[in-house]
């Protein structure tokens, strides 16, 4: 990292050996995050897109028009109370509750053709963020799920598809559809942890949330106001791996992570390299925020892929605050690498100079995405730059790139430009 106009140290080749060093630190680290994967029972993901069903019911209702209405979920619960449907009541002697319904895939139909690719695409992610591959996942259609204004309801077994094959079942994903704004949330439960964890849905949004086979001790709570509709899908994998597999594969990737970790702070000891900060390209595309205030609030990492949420969260496990003498701080940035080509025209043919790709420290947020959290090392760093030793998978920036040209009197200049979000770390020495 270039903080001052000339580079500490007076000998070329001790500062060589020391960059060779660093980027063999880099090269560890590297391949230890490479290990990194999401591991989650429950996983939930906020829907941005305007995709939405053609959901035909068949027995006389007809077709569901989103977002789901009082008078839609009504006529489904009289479909239902006259036995053309299932239906789901904790006491069906109480009648001052509404019933809540689970439609079989043979009572209803799905017309738009453009939502089984659509719902391809949330499979893949609902994969991932469970920790399964999800490069050939396949969403199975299980059943649609309604729940009315404060219903009883039943949780269904939790189990794979009759029609899926059981040995490749690995998760299953509920897609919570809109419906017209009443105020309620739809409430899930994990009740099957020492401490229960919840997840609401996005209000009268759609949304997605997915859990692992291994999850069985799952509640649901209707909302207190409104009517709620989702679709069941059942996920399955080539080759399912049970969640305890995907927990001790995480912690062999976490303890990599410590290793290569502190192989960097020994190399510091021992005087062979100065301390530094290493940055890591993440795969989350979001847009550059344009005018807003220093600092680029608009990141933060509940922002984040579960492929990236998973390399920070990797830091707060058991062990990795035990590295003696040193004190990880951690960051999201804006990364730019600048790589500038002077071309001038010789004697007929061209000669161009090319000084190396630098790459340019943006805007700075601690990891929940604000200023306040910033460890002291990252402040006043935007503008900073570093050279590829530092940056971990360097060829995040080789596609992509933009490329800005200026003609100059007596040559040209071409400038190749790219940014991307990266976490940062800096591991402070205390002793």
Request: charged share 25%; with cysteine; aromatic share 8%.
């Amino acid at each position: 990292m270039d903080r001052s106009p000339s580079p500490n140290g007076s000998d070329a080749n001790q500062g060589n050996k020391s960059s060779e060093k660093t980027l063999e630190v880099a090269n560890n680290l590297s391949a230890a995050f490479e290990l990194v994967k999401p591991v989650n029972g429950v996983y939930q993901q906020e829907i941005t897109r305007s995709e939405a069903p053609d959901i035909f019911i068949k027995s006389g209702i007809g077709l569901i028009a989103l977002p789901l209405t009082e008078e839609q979920a009504q006529r489904m619960v009289s479909a239902a109370s006259e036995g053309q449907m299932n239906l789901h009541n904790a006491n069906v002697s109480d009648l001052s509750k509404k019933p809540a319904c689970v439609f079989s895939p043979d009572a209803f139909d799905v017309k738009n053709p453009l939502w089984e690719k659509y719902v391809q695409e949330l499979a893949v992610a609902a994969a991932e963020g469970l920790g399964l591959d999800g490069s050939e996942v396949k969403p199975e259609l299980d059943a649609l799920w309604l729940w009315t204004t404060d219903c009883l309801w039943t949780t269904p077994l939790l189990k794979s598809s009759n029609k899926g094959a059981r040995r490749t079942w690995a998760g299953t994903m509920l897609i919570v559809l809109p419906s017209v704004h009443q105020g309620g949330d739809l409430e899930m439960t994990d009740t099957g942890k020492v401490n229960p964890k919840s997840w609401s849905t996005a209000d009268y949004r759609q949304s997605m949330i997915c859990w692992h086979r291994d999850t069985r001790f799952l509640k649901f709570k209707a909302p207190s106001s409104g009517d709620r509709l989702g679709l069941l899908y059942d996920l399955h994998v080539p080759k399912p791996t049970s969640y305890n597999q995907l927990m001790k594969s995480h912690r062999i990737a976490v303890q990599a992570v410590q290793d290569a970790v502190e192989k960097y702070t020994v190399l510091v000891r021992s005087g062979t390299i100065e301390e530094t900060a290493f940055l890591l390209p993440l795969i989350t595309k979001i847009p550059q925020a344009r005018g807003n205030a220093k600092g680029g609030g608009h990141i933060s990492k509940d922002k984040l892929l579960p492929a990236d949420l998973a390399k920070i969260e990797c830091f707060y496990q058991k062990g990795m605050a035990e590295i003696r003498g040193f004190t990880t701080h951690l960051a999201l940035v804006w990364l730019t690498s600048r790589d500038k080509w002077t071309i001038y025209p010789v004697q007929g043919e061209e000669t161009i100079e090319r000084p190396g790709t630098q790459y340019i420290l943006g805007d700075i947020v601690d990891v929940d995405g604000g200023l306040d959290g910033l460890a002291e090392p990252f402040r006043n760093l935007e503008g900073a730059t570093f050279g590829k030793e530092n940056v971990l998978h360097a060829y995040a920036f080789e596609s992509g790139v933009t490329r800005l040209t200026a003609k100059r009197a007596g040559f040209e200049e071409q400038v190749f430009v790219k940014t991307v979000l990266c976490l940062m770390m800096h591991f402070e020495r205390m002793d």
